[in-house]
């Protein structure tokens, strides 16, 4: 799923219709400001494995090195031929994720 693109132009006029007779000036301040603090964020990948479970549909992503995780941008399971199968992500809402729907 490719990430929604948005220019200033685009932006300043959702935020007009949400608040009429806001300056172009002052959204484009907020988005610098926004820009800036996201910059004071570290990225960075963290990589994890976790033994799979007999009829276990979910599995919990804490651990011991107190790392925050805020977006799993891919998974993969070790399959018995020694092959990583990818899981896909699910933005398709209409996909059973219980073996009981």
Request: proline fraction near 2%.
């Given at each position: 799923?490719?990430?929604?693109?948005f220019n200033?132009?685009?932006?300043y006029s959702?935020?007009l219709?949400?608040?009429?007779g806001?300056s172009e000036?002052?959204?484009k301040n907020?988005?610098?400001?926004?820009?800036?603090?996201?910059g004071q964020?570290?990225?960075k990948t963290?990589?994890a494995?976790?033994d799979l479970?007999?009829?276990?549909?979910?599995y919990?992503l804490?651990?011991?090195?107190?790392?925050t995780i805020?977006?799993?941008f891919?998974?993969?399971?070790?399959?018995d031929?020694?092959?990583?199968?990818?899981?896909?992500r699910?933005?398709?809402?209409d996909?059973?994720?219980t073996h009981?729907?």
């Amino acid at each position: 799923m490719a990430a929604i693109e948005f220019n200033g132009k685009k932006i300043y006029s959702r935020v007009l219709q949400a608040v009429p007779g806001v300056s172009e000036n002052y959204v484009k301040n907020l988005i610098n400001e926004a820009l800036i603090d996201l910059g004071q964020y570290n990225l960075k990948t963290e990589y994890a494995k976790a033994d799979l479970a007999h009829n276990q549909l979910w599995y919990g992503l804490a651990d011991d090195r107190a790392v925050t995780i805020n977006k799993v941008f891919r998974c993969s399971v070790l399959n018995d031929a020694g092959e990583y199968i990818r899981i896909p992500r699910l933005s398709n809402q209409d996909i059973k994720i219980t073996h009981t729907e």
